[in-house]
Structures are given as C-alpha cells and as structure tokens.
C-alpha cells in the first residue's frame, strides 16, 4: 500500500478534520484535532476544517508515496 503524510495546521488550532467527508477519528472514536499529521494512501483527497465560530475551510490536495505535503489554514469568523 503506497502512502504519504498530510500536516495539517490551522489558526487557531482545534479543528475538526474531514478526509474526503470522512471525520478523521482517534482509536477512542473521538475526532482528531488540528494540528495532526495524517497517514494517507497516494492519491488525490479533499479535506474539510471545521471549527465551531469559524466559516469552514476547504482544500484538496495530491499525496505522493513517502511525500510529506505541509497545509496551513487561517480561519476567519462567519
């Protein structure tokens, strides 16, 4: 299985994160809060932020097998 590693930052830190609109979770079924590194198969996935008090951020990117990819989001206040 060929995959890669997404770090996710955001400002402020505590967001929710979804992998192609699958919530990221703990092995305690709690949801992974930014920041994180994330362990993904090679391909292209869309990923969500969410953070209560904040517009939701949207981005998709492209992992490469044993690429590290570095995202950094601001939230803004809705």
């Not at 955001?10 to 920041?35: C, F, M, N, Q, R």
């Not at 969500?48 to 097998?65: A, H, K, S, T």
């Amino acid at each position: 299985m060929q995959t890669g590693y997404l770090v996710v930052e955001t400002y402020p830190a505590g967001a929710k994160v979804y992998i192609d609109d699958i919530l990221v979770l703990d092995e305690k079924g709690k949801p992974i809060l930014s920041p994180v590194v994330l362990v993904l198969l090679a391909g292209y996935h869309n990923m969500r932020l969410e953070l209560e008090g904040y517009c939701n951020e949207f981005d998709g990117r492209y992992i490469m097998e044993n690429e590290t990819v570095n995202t950094h989001h601001n939230f803004n206040i809705c």
